[in-house]
């Protein structure tokens, strides 16, 4: 019987995420297999949600419309900041990412959108949201 991916597997796999016209943004199939444990947020729940089942040895590919992967792009998200209120030391360049830091120490990132002499707009969606894209993934083992 072929063993299948359970929510809570320790999986070695292949994968490849793209864009929904086949750009690839990260993929393992040219180099060394991803090892990783479902359930601990290494890997987005919805791409997570697709390997559930899977059997070892099969290649599969997933397209997940936005709201399936990264969710829709949130203009709430989109901060404008005043430039007086950035670090001193900080590089600013559209599409440049700046790392902030949350009250209790955690950190994120922002993408700059746009900057005037006065302000820097940043989005805080995920890279990803609002796009549709394609998931390829093959299942090489479960430990």
Known sequence: ????????????????IAT??????IGTFASTPATLQ????????ALESCLEGLP??????????PQQAFGAHDPELMKRIPRAELPPDSTI???ALMEFSAPGGAKFA??????DEQTVLIDFNHPLAGKAIRFEVEVIGIL
Do not use: I, K, Q
């Not at 929904?20 to 943004?25: K, Q, T, V």
């Not at 479902?38 to 729940?45: K, N, T, V």
């Not at 070892?56 to 419309?65: A, D, K, N, S, T």
């Not at 922002?110 to 900057?115: K, S, Y």
């Open 1 to 16: 019987m072929t063993e299948r991916v359970l929510p809570d597997s320790l999986v070695t796999l292949n994968y490849r």
């Open 93 to 95: 360049e559209v599409r």
């Open 56 to 65: 070892v040895g099969e290649r599969h590919v997933f397209l997940l419309e």
């Open 20 to 25: 929904e016209d086949d750009h690839e943004l």
């Open 38 to 45: 479902l359930g601990s947020g290494e890997l987005a729940p």
């Open 110 to 115: 922002g993408l700059v959108r746009e900057m």
